[in-house]
């Protein structure tokens, strides 16, 4: 059994918590332990990871000391939360590994993610990054760097850079080889480090890759038998936030179109977790499921979560 | 043939510059195409690199911030930089081995190093990290964060942390796997993410491990061929800075530690670069070379640098 795992910002630190390393240690010896009973079941691991949160600290250090400091763009910085989330959740997996002397180790490998350069999200950018602010700062922001702001829910406005679509790992071949070998391989975090191939060359280029889309990117290149989306919540539902909320157990692709097409699911939240399952499956992935950290294992192996497969799957 | 490669700061951006993410792809792609004539020429290349200046910015770029955003300890610091420079340096140096058309790729290996928590090192902490204070600031940080400061040449306060011996890389199996496999593998950044092993398990600490004597470490893991440090300089030099300097071409390893130990080399300069060098020789290593970036074909296949070889090694 294969599993591509993508974990979700409540994996790695508490929403509510401030982003000290401290917290970050906790909740990822937390989530080793659900990952290591994966391990201990025999499950051939990689894990892909969001770093929303995080990549948001560093662009914020680098506006604060941007007098001092040049700031990085954004594809650097995508990489330095590579190194830093990879770094501990190898420490915190490694350990929980340890602990139940386990022989399988993990290991990071920094990862980049080829993008088409003229994928459509290019020339509409509409992923929020970094901090929020008061329109005449993100006015003088827009002005300097020439990044592109859009008004937020809050009123705030934040800067947007284009999400376009996975298409390939430049690490494809050393990553199947670790993982062929029985490591458990933190990859592609953050979505991976977005790059576009111009002549003969690779480049980076300021956008942000869906981490779940990534994940099912993944999941098809290593043949996963299931991609396990792991999040906040135990289920996906629909009518979301309203008296007839449903908790879904089990979605064919196409069922689970039509209400990605109907807008049951959010668009920056469940919505993306729905259409990497989809792509998932639809391209021949076998199960892919939407499931709460603590259900990981009953989500692999038991009922837990919502699985979506394919139109012709057996009940 | 098979190299391992230390870096210096010089390869990764100007001595002169200010640390913009220009300055070091400029850098990075002149280094990249001095590595690709090495891979040309088919050695194997395990590259390690320096991170003073970059974990230097991250660190400053933290203190900016600190009202702000929670500051990461040094191991996590290291951790970002091994990605934001390991990213770097394989897209330049992909770059430069598919302008030549050649099949080998490279990919970074977010590397953690095994120190002893019983190192003398930590009693005496001797390596300056980070940004340099007047005295009263310098005891206001001291205050507040328990850090230890010295005071430089400048008369400016600095930050300074231990500086342990290396002694195994936790990523040591796939990490061979990767160099079988033929790739070009960029590994133990900044002397690897330092930590110590606590019961069953691996904790980061605050130190820095000095990056020749991690690579002297790494050059023996891979049973190098030859240790090629590269620096600013073309030789190692005798009686340095005097009327008397004269540059050295071949040293055996007591010649060497003699040399050592007669103080012919600053610490914190070609100090340790000759200390890891008699390291490699002396633990087995066939050869090691210390040699300016532009020399380094002729440092592994001619006559360039400062080669130190075995007491017994043929003229």
């Given at each position: 059994?294969?599993?591509?795992?993508?974990?979700?910002?409540?994996?790695?630190?508490?929403?509510?918590?401030?982003g000290?390393?401290?917290?970050?240690?906790?909740?990822?010896?937390?989530?080793?332990?659900?990952?290591?009973?994966?391990?201990?079941?025999?499950?051939?691991?990689?894990?892909?990871?969001?770093?929303?949160?995080?990549?948001?600290?560093?662009?914020?250090?680098?506006?604060?000391?941007?007098?001092?400091?040049?700031?990085?763009?954004?594809?650097?910085?995508?990489a330095?939360?590579?190194?830093?989330?990879?770094?501990?959740?190898?420490?915190?997996?490694?350990?929980?590994?340890?602990?139940?002397?386990?022989?399988?180790?993990?290991?990071?490998?920094?990862?980049?993610?080829?993008?088409?350069?003229?994928?459509?999200?290019?020339?509409?950018?509409?992923?929020?990054?970094?901090?929020?602010?008061p329109?005449?700062?993100?006015?003088?922001?827009?002005?300097?760097?020439?990044?592109?702001?859009?008004?937020?829910?809050?009123?705030?406005?934040?800067?947007?850079?284009?999400?376009?679509?996975p298409?390939?790992?430049?690490?494809?071949?050393?990553?199947?080889?670790?993982?062929?070998?029985?490591?458990?391989?933190?990859?592609?975090?953050?979505?991976?480090?977005?790059?576009?191939?111009?002549?003969?060359?690779?480049?980076?280029?300021?956008?942000?890759?869906?981490?779940?889309?990534?994940?099912?990117?993944?999941?098809?290149l290593?043949?996963a038998?299931?991609?396990?989306?792991?999040?906040?919540?135990?289920?996906?539902?629909?009518?979301?936030?309203?008296?007839?909320?449903?908790?879904?157990?089990?979605?064919?692709?196409?069922?689970?179109?039509?209400?990605?097409?109907?807008?049951?699911?959010?668009?920056?939240?469940?919505?993306?977790?729905?259409?990497?399952?989809?792509?998932?499956?639809?391209?021949?992935?076998?199960?892919?499921?939407?499931?709460?950290?603590?259900?990981?294992?009953?989500?692999?192996?038991?009922?837990?979560?919502?699985?979506?497969?394919?139109?012709?799957?057996?009940?």
């Amino acid at each position: 059994m294969r599993a591509v795992v993508a974990l979700g910002g409540n994996a790695l630190s508490p929403a509510d918590g401030t982003g000290t390393v401290a917290e970050m240690r906790a909740a990822l010896t937390a989530t080793s332990e659900r990952l290591a009973d994966l391990v201990e079941r025999g499950v051939e691991l990689v894990i892909s990871h969001g770093n929303g949160p995080q990549v948001g600290r560093i662009l914020l250090q680098q506006e604060y000391a941007a007098e001092h400091v040049p700031p990085m763009p954004m594809d650097v910085c995508g990489a330095e939360s590579q190194g830093q989330v990879g770094y501990l959740l190898v420490q915190a997996l490694d350990s929980a590994l340890r602990r139940r002397r386990l022989a399988t180790r993990a290991l990071c490998l920094v990862t980049q993610v080829v993008v088409d350069g003229r994928d459509p999200a290019f020339r509409r950018p509409t992923k929020p990054v970094g901090p929020s602010y008061p329109r005449p700062e993100a006015q003088r922001i827009a002005h300097e760097t020439g990044h592109v702001f859009t008004i937020q829910p809050d009123k705030r406005w934040r800067r947007v850079v284009a999400s376009p679509k996975p298409v390939r790992f430049v690490e494809e071949v050393p990553l199947l080889q670790v993982i062929e070998a029985g490591h458990v391989v933190v990859a592609a975090g953050g979505g991976g480090v977005p790059v576009v191939e111009h002549r003969r060359e690779l480049r980076g280029v300021e956008a942000v890759v869906d981490k779940d889309l990534t994940a099912a990117r993944l999941a098809s290149l290593v043949h996963a038998d299931v991609l396990l989306i792991l999040t906040a919540v135990e289920r996906v539902e629909v009518g979301f936030g309203t008296p007839k909320a449903r908790a879904l157990s089990r979605l064919t692709v196409t069922e689970a179109r039509d209400l990605l097409a109907a807008g049951e699911f959010p668009a920056g939240s469940m919505g993306p977790k729905v259409e990497a399952c989809v792509e998932f499956v639809s391209t021949g992935g076998p199960r892919a499921v939407i499931a709460g950290l603590a259900d990981a294992v009953d989500a692999v192996f038991g009922d837990a979560g919502t699985t979506i497969v394919g139109d012709g799957a057996d009940g």
